[in-house]
């Protein structure tokens, strides 16, 4: 095979940034084909969806409800990305902050929103933070593969959730369906005006600023990058590689579990199966979201809101177009396809060679 | 380096451009013809929308509701949209708040979690019809509609029950809610109607749509000895079980016999186009006010699919018989005497369960095999 990757000695940085913009460019140029061969025009089709989510007020707030748990996320995973350590289980660590700030509520405890709502807080990233800490310890104990118990541990955390919801704590006024009662008063996030967007927000964006400050502006974050780039450096150079997984797993996972807390509290109002739409969860969208924001926490809440509009964007031309639920999702995929394939791209060199390499 | 850059840069730019043209020319046609077709559309009087749970390709529930919209879509005055796979909770307020906002005036949801989303927006669009399939809470403008399903489930119980040879029937449950469990017992009160050694066996699934799991939910009672299978889920994964191992099976939702054509003796069915058809004309002629509507095989809301040729002649004149009982209203399923698995009398003889009880059930009759996963 005359044709060759080789590894490139520098990296670009324009190449860099050039990579996810000019991917999610390509997916709406492939995804176009694919809208022509059905004989729907892209570009209108395009149009409608860009000025439902960021021409009207309606629209726009909802692409902030949509946002705001994929920021979330998204930052957590982010996070563990940036010293590669492969956290695919936001989904699980989602569902267990969900838990925990539920069992705040099923207390019976009915107050005031100023105590609730920090009790919940609390409670929803210590569980997604146990859960996340899990993997991380077995990691740094025994040395097993985090991509393989972080996705497994998803589906524990989805049944375990399932079981309080079909149990313990089924509303017994739901004639059967699995849900809990309507969370108080106490326990439900201040929405903005009118429109849906919650609290929940303002903690997406307080938790980019400081992890834009904890990444770039303090020695942690240094050790962080530093150990993620080279572990062998990181090691010769004293650092606790060990530790700092430990650590960040557990604001990875406390991360995501504020947004299944957020979730229910700021949207759902009480627990049940769905809190994460199953066609395009949020956990594992913020994989996605991770790789194309570069590992940059701004970067993080500028494709969330892009992936908010993308999801709005993309039902209401199911309504006003009449295209096929799947083609959301054919575009996200088309995002990651190119996204990865940019990547590999950025990194290595293509090379054609007419002569046979050495040995071969 | 920088070179190499370049090239590639300047490739994907020019691969970008070859893109963007294509689809620049090949919209300029499509562009009038859209506009009209919309302006068309506008003039219908009744724009009804759609909320499915599932994907339109389910072979079950999904399928049988637009079955139900490509019939009221036929109508000159209707128009209709959908959208499909819409997660239940909050999430689908902002799907039914786009219908609203897009000019629909009739919005059926057709999963019991729409309920609290369907009051929500409905609160906020007092000039639009909503109706919501199988839930209980209702509004001005909000109505309810679900078949009893229960009927057609008895009456396939009797075909289960003369065709099985073990005397085992397996039964693919899906969630432990009283429609669930309803449509058991009326199964099982069925089968055991004409044949009282029969046992029922119930496994749970915990869904409503995943085809492997409850395949294996079929293929593990098909292991226990069941030689028919009945199920209450949206996919045809248990007939395709029963298939295989050269067995029976009752379908559901749909005639599933595509799926399963040795195998399939009759499935009970939905016909949602009567009510659709009704609710449709009520609102074009301004006489809807908010009902809750529960039709039975009076109404043909409910049925049973063709019998596969399997099935003798006794077997269905005795379905004939009780079909015959049940749509004249002479008769009904949940009539005593009834007696749970413990053997407890539930209900006495001669007296009819009233339709509140039927829709809060939560015990098994006798002769099903399985339990109701509870904990309160």
């Known amino acids: 095979m005359p044709l060759r990757l080789e590894m490139r000695l520098e990296r670009s940085r324009r190449l860099e940034y050039l990579v996810p913009v000019l991917s999610v460019l390509l997916a709406l140029a492939v995804s176009g084909l694919l809208l022509l061969m059905t004989g729907t025009n892209p570009l209108t089709a395009y149009g409608e969806m860009f000025s439902e989510a960021f021409g009207t007020s309606y629209g726009f707030a909802e692409v902030l409800v949509k946002a705001t748990p994929l920021i979330l996320c998204g930052l957590g995973v982010m996070l563990a990305f940036k010293m590669l350590f492969w956290n695919i289980g936001a989904e699980g660590q989602l569902h267990m902050g969900a838990w925990g700030a539920t069992a705040v509520v099923m207390t019976g405890w009915d107050g005031s929103p100023w105590l609730m709502v920090p009790a919940m807080v609390v409670a929803g990233m210590i569980c997604g933070a146990i859960w996340a800490l899990i993997p991380a310890f077995l990691k740094v104990q025994l040395n097993c593969n985090e991509i393989i118990t972080t996705l497994l541990l998803n589906y524990v955390a989805i049944l375990w959730v399932a079981h309080f919801i079909y149990g313990p704590w089924k509303d017994p006024e739901s004639f059967g369906f699995p849900m809990t009662k309507q969370f108080p008063d106490g326990a439900q996030l201040l929405r903005f005006g009118d429109s849906r967007v919650h609290l929940g927000l303002v903690f997406a964006l307080l938790a980019a600023v400081v992890l834009y400050f904890l990444q770039e502006k303090s020695r942690w974050g240094f050790e962080i990058a530093v150990t993620g780039n080279n572990p062998t450096a990181a090691e010769y150079a004293g650092m606790n590689s060990r530790r700092n997984i430990l650590l960040v797993m557990a604001i990875s996972g406390g991360l995501a579990g504020l947004a299944g807390m957020s979730e229910i509290a700021g949207i759902q109002l009480k627990l049940l199966k769905d809190i994460s739409p199953h066609a395009a969860p949020y956990g594992y969208t913020a994989i996605i979201i991770a790789w194309l924001a570069r590992r940059n926490p701004w970067g993080v809440v500028l494709v969330s809101v892009l992936m908010g509009g993308l999801y709005v964007g993309g039902e209401t031309v199911q309504i006003t177009m009449k295209l096929p639920v799947n083609f959301v999702l054919i575009i996200q995929a088309l995002i990651l396809f190119f996204v990865l394939g940019g990547d590999i791209l950025s990194r290595y060199k293509l090379v054609y060679r007419r002569e046979a390499p050495i040995g071969g | ?376």
């Open chain 2, 1 to 376: 380096m920088f070179r190499f850059w370049k090239v590639s840069a300047s490739a994907g730019a020019a691969l970008l451009l070859v893109f963007v043209g294509a689809l620049l020319v090949a919209c300029g046609g499509a562009e009038e013809e859209g506009a009209e077709e919309r302006a068309a559309e506008e003039a219908a009087p009744v724009r009804a929308a759609f909320v499915y749970v599932s994907p339109v390709g389910d072979a079950g529930w999904t399928l049988a509701h637009d079955r139900g919209r490509q019939a009221i879509d036929a109508l000159p005055f209707v128009e209709t949209a959908y959208t499909e796979s819409v997660p239940e909770g909050a999430e689908a307020e902002r799907t039914i708040n786009q219908y609203v906002r897009n000019g629909y005036n009739l919005i059926f949801t057709t999963s019991f979690g729409y309920m609290d989303p369907t009051i929500n927006v409905a609160a906020t669009a007092p000039d639009v019809t909503f109706m919501h399939c199988s839930g209980f809470k209702v509004a001005d403008n909000v109505g309810t509609y679900f078949g009893r399903m229960y009927q057609p489930r008895y009456l396939s119980g009797i075909v289960a029950g003369m065709m099985t040879e073990s005397n085992i029937i397996g039964y693919v449950a899906a969630h432990p809610i009283p429609e669930v469990i309803r449509g058991i017992n009326a199964f099982a009160l069925g089968a055991r109607s004409v044949n009282p050694e029969a046992e029922v066996r119930v496994i749970w699934t915990q869904t409503w749509f995943d085809p492997a799991k409850e395949r294996e939910a079929a293929e593990s009672l098909l292991d226990v000895g069941a030689d028919v299978i009945a199920q209450h889920q949206d996919t045809p994964g248990p007939q395709q079980a029963a298939e295989e191992r050269g067995k029976f099976s009752i379908g559901y939702n749909e005639d599933m016999s595509s799926f399963a054509p040795a195998a399939h003796l009759t499935a009970p069915i939905w016909d949602w186009s009567v009510i659709y058809e009704r609710v449709a004309n009520e609102v074009n002629d301004g006489t809807w006010s908010s009902y809750q509507y529960w039709g039975g095989l009076e109404d043909g809301v409910v049925g049973l699919a063709p019998f596969n040729d399997a099935v003798p002649q006794e077997v269905r004149d005795a379905v004939e018989a009780k079909r015959a009982m049940i749509a004249s209203g002479e008769w009904d399923v949940f009539t005593g005497p009834i007696n749970d698995q413990d053997g407890n009398e539930i209900v006495a003889e001669g007296v009819t369960m009233s339709d509140g009880d039927m829709l809060g059930m939560r015990f098994f009759v006798e002769g099903v095999v399985g339990t109701i996963p509870e904990s309160e």
